[in-house]
């Protein structure tokens, strides 16, 4: 068996480590020229890290009912007071941002890279090809976010594979993907008459690698912008669904489904139990958002000197 050279192992370590170095580089740069994404950030990181460790920290079972600490406000025992079944609010929100930013992250991902793909190739193919795609994608904006997910959770159902509600994935995917196509339709325009995509199709490169290693490489900008801003509203649109009581169901804490049960008079006595629900909703929309903004001025090439 052939092993590499003490040289060619040196330039492969030389050139991993001036990977890094570059990564670094980028990454300090953001920071310093985005303060309020490098913010957005840490702040998504935090929550990521407490919805992958948060459950075995959290104080309470999410799911035990205390008949004798119904609605006890926001105290040392209990941070942010307890629902109308006595379950501690702040272990349901620790627990629910896992399906949160699970849901949110999985389904933006998703959508963002089947919206990709359609959209580059539709740029490609061009002619009629494009205009029955845009066409299509035309029909489908025209219904609204929350409809459409209403629809494919009628149709659908309920499918639940490892504990997660794959059919609660696809509904709120599938109306994002026309979104996402017709802007990397906008953005693959550009590329696909530059003279790199004429000399790969003079070199007989199929279709396929045209557009997955010379188009959609070059349109990873408004990408990343993009499965940003998707994160933030398919995080929105999961609580909204949970809210009127097709997303995701009881027992299982979630942001959207601790709202939908809270009565005008639950309120009125004791405001903690949507407060803190609905704050982390939206501190979690508003860091995505914040980052997708940071991302879009770090990547625009107009705002590099």
Request: hydrophobic share 55%; with cysteine; aromatic share 8%.
């Amino acid at each position: 068996m052939s092993q590499a050279s003490p040289y060619s192992q040196a330039f492969g370590g030389a050139v991993s480590r001036g990977r890094w170095q570059r990564a670094g580089r980028a990454f300090w740069r953001f920071c310093r020229t985005q303060p309020l994404g490098a913010i957005a950030l840490m702040l998504i990181v935090v929550m990521l890290a407490g919805a992958l460790v948060g459950p075995q920290l959290a104080p309470y079972d999410p799911l035990a009912t205390r008949f004798d600490a119904i609605l006890q406000a926001p105290s040392a025992q209990h941070w942010m007071g307890t629902d109308n079944y006595g379950r501690d609010v702040f272990s349901r929100i620790v627990h629910g941002a896992r399906s949160a930013l699970l849901l949110g992250i999985s389904t933006a991902l998703l959508g963002a890279v089947i919206g990709g793909g359609i959209g580059a190739s539709s740029a490609y193919f061009g002619g009629a090809i494009d205009d029955a795609i845009q066409r299509l994608n035309d029909v489908l904006l025209s219904i609204p976010l929350i409809v459409a997910a209403l629809v494919v959770v009628a149709v659908l159902g309920r499918r639940e594979v490892a504990g997660v509600d794959v059919n609660l994935m696809a509904a709120i995917t599938l109306p994002y993907i026309p979104v996402m196509a017709r802007v990397m339709r906008s953005a693959a325009l550009s590329v696909r008459t530059l003279p790199y995509i004429d000399a790969a199709r003079a070199l007989g490169f199929s279709h396929a690698r045209i557009i997955a290693h010379h188009m959609l490489p070059n349109l990873m900008s408004p990408w990343l912008v993009m499965v940003s801003a998707f994160t933030a509203q398919t995080i929105l649109l999961e609580a909204s669904l949970s809210f009127l009581g097709v997303g995701v169901h009881e027992p299982t804490p979630a942001w959207g489904l601790m709202l939908s049960g809270v009565s005008v008079e639950v309120f009125m006595t004791a405001p903690w139990v949507i407060l803190f629900p609905g704050l982390a909703i939206s501190v979690t929309v508003f860091a995505f958002s914040l980052l997708g903004d940071a991302l879009r001025d770090a990547l625009d090439p107009r705002n590099r000197h």
